[in-house]
């Protein structure tokens, strides 16, 4: 069955260090990769996505991740926090075939210290 | 252009009782996808609906049930309600259901069971 692991439950930061996300998955093979962002009592807002091409995919609000085929990973990763990036981080796998349905990863808490 | 709305988006039940949901798609969406979100997990997969007609059910009871209107709009309702159902329920639409779409959430509607 295909999988999403979010290996850290929660990540603390202190506000200008960089910050990068594991996101794993195990799929049989290529699948659509998206990371989303949950600020406390909202829904989820995508950051990026990546479909085919250049592994190294740039989102909004200076995010970027860089897809891996030898590791199946997507990690998300960020050169300078800002305290309003703290939320919660979810990695999402879609199969390009067969099930179109995303499955999430359990989320990533992101703590930021002044 | 409105984004996607959910509505209530609070609402407090007791256990046994009945809930109805709603969920309005951006204009020119077609798919419309429930997740459920318990506290510190990642949203998991209810129902997808395309062009009224279900195209996935994830692993939840009979108790759940879905249907989409003429006009993309979608009801998620939960029958014989359980303390366990307490959690955000997310909608999200997409323009299709297959292909490279992303789903775009609403906020959320926040179900207490008492």
């Known amino acids: 069955a295909q999988s999403v692991t979010q290996p850290d439950i929660h990540i603390t930061v202190s506000e200008g260090a960089s910050l990068e996300l594991r996101c794993n998955y195990s799929?049989?093979?290529?699948?659509?990769l998206f990371w989303y962002v949950q600020s406390p009592g909202q829904g989820l807002q995508l950051l990026l996505k990546?479909?085919?091409?250049?592994?190294l995919v740039q989102g909004i609000k200076g995010f970027e991740a860089e897809f891996k085929r030898s590791q199946s990973s997507f990690n998300l990763r960020k050169p300078s926090v800002h305290w309003s990036d703290a939320a919660e981080y979810f990695c999402?796998?879609?199969?390009?075939?067969?099930?179109?349905?995303?499955?999430f990863g359990r989320g990533t808490s992101l703590i930021v210290h002044p | 252009d409105a984004g996607v709305t959910q509505s209530p988006t609070h609402l407090i039940k007791t256990r046994g009782q009945q809930v109805t949901l709603r969920c309005s798609p951006i204009?020119?969406?077609?798919?419309v996808s429930w997740y459920q979100q318990v506290l510190g997990q990642g949203p998991q997969f209810i129902f997808q609906?395309?062009?009224?007609?279900?195209?996935g059910r994830g692993n939840f009871p009979d108790r759940f049930s879905a249907r989409q209107f003429p006009n993309y709009s979608s009801e998620l309702n939960v029958n014989a309600l359980l303390l366990g159902d307490s959690a955000l329920y997310l909608c999200?639409?997409?323009?299709?259901?297959?292909?490279?779409?992303?789903?775009?959430f609403g906020a959320g509607s926040r179900l207490t069971v008492l």
């Open positions: 999200a639409s997409s323009f299709s259901y297959f292909g490279a779409n992303v789903l775009t």
């Open positions: 799929y049989g093979a290529t699948p659509y």
């Open positions: 990546y479909f085919s091409g250049d592994t």
């Open positions: 999402a796998v879609r199969l390009l075939g067969g099930s179109y349905i995303p499955t």
């Open positions: 204009s020119g969406h077609k798919s």
């Open positions: 609906y395309y062009e009224k007609e279900e195209r």
